[in-house]
């Protein structure tokens, strides 16, 4: 071959090889489009991380990093409170060590994040579909935020199929649903609740990253995360990771160590490093080697920078690959550029503890330290470096085997504590909430809540759902005035050490406990004055047009060494105004009980919220069972139904606001609001233990007088919750019961089952239901109505047919009730086991009756609140304009303030310069000119959107946020003409013309 072909093969060789290279770079650049960053901020912890390996922080490029773990108040991100630390997992194979991990991408050049190749990237398809790459919710750096549990609106966006299950991924029609995992006890319906009732922390995220773009060879791993973030005082200083490594790869991974790397940077200048290490065992993983590693500067302490010093920031293994502990722990000095070993080779003879391996990129004193060759030994930093270095160090367990399709997990605990018995007890609740599936105690749920905005008057309204918590104690209502722009709810509340800890709420409401004043454990926290709990607070008088800014928390009492939780601030704004000219404002137009007049229990309404009162229909009915915090209650349930949507859907449960939601909780102010309207049940009064009754859409008595059935219960024989449903059905589709004793052998086919009504199960074997016949008493005697024995026809007449006679009519009323037993034409007695009766059920035909129809139920239980077939109506009308009467209102359209003195209060507590039209019509135009004829400028009213509603179904930051629509008679003009300049002073005239044709006219003026 000649030369000149030899370095043409090598130069298409060369340029083959530079294509694949390139063709690997741009597949894995790709994969950054899916990148995201995770931001933790409610405790004390404050940490940047990403979806792509790292725990805490990023490359920037070059051979530094910019890995922020800060206290949070510290005012400057720099990298003197920082740390880089990473997820590792390492495996060798007939090719050698392979080490996956993305901390070494801190080496690479660009910005951000280095180039390929990386080991860890973010698996592909994550925007969109793991989280919601929303406008307006990005970092520092452009890029998105991963999925948060408190931010719905960062939830991926998804179809919800009419069966409740998650359809397409859809942006635009999509709603939010929470792809990560939910603590225990929660159902896949729980996803689309975007209150996140599933969080086990203050903020729950998730992630996803794999290793198909390994620079080694992939090895086929998919790793989820989760981590979490909590604001209580019990676990502020704590930050959670949860991986499960998931081997998706063709082969099994026999041999394998995964854990973390860390670097961490402290001290007041990261190029005068002078920290050391400690390790701490404890009794949680039940082995001798240490799991805790924190590292500390103890010559080191400037509160004014840091606020606390940093002589405890350590990692906490809680759960190792197949509950292993940890096996392996190496330190070694580093450079502030310099991450250690380097290679994959030199990576693997650290992580598995080879000492005398050829691949050690230093010599074995660099790496290993102590007598355990697979534990290093802390105090050789204080025999040898007392005065500390910059040390990274891995933390591993191995090695085990991850077949194909198998997966194990890894999780630990970041802690920055201020002090050493802190950090103690941070290390023991760190294990305490990994057995708890990482939910520590949280403040009470957030309630939902609503605002209504009127002339002069902002009402806020919320519901019961922070009840759900047993350490519930009260609410706490806050507001301040957004006119020179402060942050602050109220007045300051300092704690003992002299910080921030809240502020004096405008209103509180607890509960009447004994529990009051003062907290033990935090005596700056106020539990109130045992006022009584209230769902709504009503601010007024108001000035029409100041924007007023509102929040409602649930707060708890301390509880368990707890000091009492309160949920986080959220706040919403609403602007009064004066409402349009002729409008009748939304209401409740009829209340009714569908059954019968029965007045001793019924529904009343309080319309809250004017504005949202829909012009429906609402269906009240009720259960025997009731739905509360995923359990089944054996208490009375309520229905709350749109009656007027039911045409639209095929199944009830897509128009049920409420399905057997407690009756209990439906009697006070605390009851549900739905469209504003809060729904509160009267229940009738309980007088009897027990009660047989009809249910009233049948023929309640044969007749004028007698009932059809009647009942004797033996009290002593029911158990707490037992309760009977006798349906009546088809004559050849009910039971068959044998004759009472010494009635005879006779079957009888019964046109009835009987169910319990609370299980909803036919009673077979469980309850002895047994007939006594008094006609056809036995096979063989005869029968004088047509009916032999063995038949029970509920028809009058019918076979077997008992008909009392007319003189018997004519007897004392009383004395025939009490004796209907000796005219029945069938008993059927109820009893368990060897004991007394529990019920007889007397049947009569009366003279003129009516049977049963199919479908009707006789129930045999305790007395309910309310009759189980009630059904009650609630009808609405929505607010709408009457144009007569806006007419008749057009009088009153003024300019306020008039004249407008640019100098004046009006102008400078609201930091703008506007005026205001009131009174105005629904819809408008008003052509302004100056006193020479000249139009300088035209409103276009057409209606205002004000006010804030807290809703469930939408998405917005913390609970879901939805601008609430209300018809205004106000618009504000900042007073600039067509070329958007201030006006001079002087005088004006304004025309106003509503779409009919009405027409007004008025003047102002603007001083100096």
Known sequence: MSMLNKLIKIFILCQLILCIGFSNVKAQSETFEDICWVFHYYGNLWNWGDNWGLLTGSSSGGSSCCAYMYYKNVTIHDNRNAALISFVFAYEDENGPNVAESYSLALSSGYFYGPPPNDFTPIDGSRGKIFNPVEGYQTMLGK?????????????????????????????????????????????????????????????????????????????????????????????????????????????????????????????????????????????????TPEVVYWYDPYFENPKSYYVNTRRVGVIMTRTPFDMGVTDFHFFNVGSSDIGPHSDEGMWAVITSQKDSPDLEAPPDVYFHGDDPRIDDTNWILDNES??????????????????????????????????????????????????????????????????????????????????????????????????????MGEPVYDAQGALAGYRPAAQYDKIDGITGADTLAPWFNLGNDSGLK?????????????????????????????????????????????????????????????????????????????????????????????????????????????????????????????????????????????????????????????????????????????????????????????????????????????????????????????????????????DV??????????????????????WDLTPGGACYNPIIASQLDTNETLILNNLKNYSDKILVMRKGQSRPMAIIYTAHTPGSTAPKVGDSFYIGPMTSFPRDAELWVETKKDRIDMAMEKEALKNVRVVPNPYVVTAGWNTERATTKLAFVNLPLVCTIDIYNVAGDKIYTINHTGAVYGIQIRRDLGGPGRDIDVSRSYQGTHEWDMVNDDFMEIAPGLYIYVLKTPSGEMVTGKFSIIK
């Open 144 to 288: 998105p935020y991963a999925v948060m549990s408190d931010i719905p609106i960062l939830w991926p966006q998804r179809i919800r199929n009419e069966d409740g299950t998650p359809g397409a991924y859809d942006n635009e029609n999509g709603q939010s649903w929470w792809p990560g995992r939910m603590t225990p006890g929660h159902t896949p319906e729980d996803r689309w609740d975007t209150t996140a009732p599933f969080a086990a922390s203050n903020r729950d995220m998730y992630y996803v990253f794999d290793d198909p773009y390994n620079k080694k060879k992939p090895m086929g791993l998919t790793v989820k995360a989760m981590t979490y973030d909590y604001g209580s005082t019990y676990a502020e200083n704590l930050i959670a990771y949860d991986f499960i490594i998931i081997n998706e790869g063709d082969k099994d991974l026999n041999g394998a160590y995964a854990g973390f790397y860390f670097k961490p940077i402290l001290g007041e200048e990261q190029n005068n490093p002078d920290f050391l290490l400690g390790t701490l065992d404890t009794d949680y993983d039940q082995d001798t």
């Open 387 to 488: 005065q500390g270095k910059l040390y990274a160090f891995y933390v591993m367990t191995g090695p085990f085997d991850l077949a194909k399709g198998d997966s194990t997990y890894v999780s630990c605990f970041i802690t920055l504590s201020p002090n050493h018995d802190r950090f103690l007890t941070d290390v023991e609740r760190a294990h305490e909430m990994t057995l708890g599936n990482f939910a520590g105690p949280q403040p009470p749920p957030a309630p939902v809540i609503g605002t209504n905005i009127s002339d002069g008057k902002v009402t806020l309204y919320w519901d019961d759902t922070s009840e759900r918590d047993p350490n519930f104690e009260g609410y706490k209502v806050y507001k301040h005035v957004y006119i020179k722009y402060e942050s602050e």
């Open 770 to 791: 047994k007939v006594v016949d008094f006609v056809g008493k036995y096979p063989d005697q005869p029968d004088d109505y047509n009916g032999p024995a063995g038949t």
């Open 535 to 767: 769902y709504s607070y009503v601010d007024s008088p108001l000035v029409n047009g100041i924007n007023y800014v509102y929040a409602v928390t649930a707060y708890s009492y301390s509880h368990d060494g707890v000091m009492p939780l309160e949920t986080p601030i959220r706040t919403i704004a609403a602007t009064p105004n004066a409402p349009p000219a002729g409008l009748i404002e939304g209401h409740v137009s009829n209340v009714y009980n569908a059954k019968n007049d029965d007045v001793s229990y019924g529904v009343e309404t309080n319309v809250i919220n004017t504005q949202t009162v829909p012009g429906v229909r609402f269906k009240l009915t009720f259960t025997d069972t009731s739905f509360f915090m995923g359990d089944t209650l054996l208490e009375q349930g309520f229905n709350l139904v749109n009656w007027d949507s039911a045409t639209f859907y095929n199944d009830e449960t897509k128009w049920r606001f409420f399905n057997h939601y407690p009756v209990s909780r439906v009697m006070g102010e605390g009851s549900p609001t739905v469209y504003g309207i809060r729904f509160k049940l009267r229940p009738r009064e309980i007088t009897s233990a027990y009660i047989g009754e009809w249910n009233l859409d049948t023929a309640l008595k044969d007749g004028p007088v007698y009932p059809y059935w009647s009942v004797e219960l033996n009290q002593s024989q029911w158990k707490e919750a037992e309760a009977y449903e006798i349906v009546i059905t088809e004559p050849d589709k009910g039971m068959t019961l044998s004759a009472y004793k010494g009635y005879g052998d006779a079957e009888y086919q019964v046109p009835f089952i009987i169910k319990d009504i609370y299980t909803q199960a036919f009673i077979t074997d469980e309850l």
